[in-house]
């Protein structure tokens, strides 16, 4: 959970990157040309994160593209649109354009819903 917390926090504090780049993953068809420009975004976006806060390691640079990339594939086959719909327009909001962050958000979004307040 502290990583998840941390993760969360780095990349909302630090990623500029311009919702016109942005990928959405529903409705996504997996050819060629677009698999090229997800790794496109999530290159950039990976690298322009990672200057903000002075991270220049390739290692650490490919382990969060890879993370990313993989929180893009889930979010393709998500089943529940309207909520990611609304999780991405949400994310997009405060700036956050990065599929890991989105991901973890529409898991929360999903588990929230079969929960209720309780005394």
Partial sequence: ????????????????????????????????????????????????SAAVVGIDSESTLRMMEQQNLNAFKKLVSAQDKATLKRVIKNCHQIGINDYSTIYMMYEQEIKAKSKSLQW
Avoid: D, Y
């Fill in 1 to 48: 959970m502290k990583k998840i917390s941390l993760t969360l926090l780095f990349l909302w504090i630090c990623t500029p990157v311009f919702a016109a780049n942005f990928i959405n993953p529903i409705g996504f068809t997996p050819n060629k040309e677009n698999k090229a420009a997800v790794v496109e975004f999530v290159q950039q976006n990976t690298r322009q």
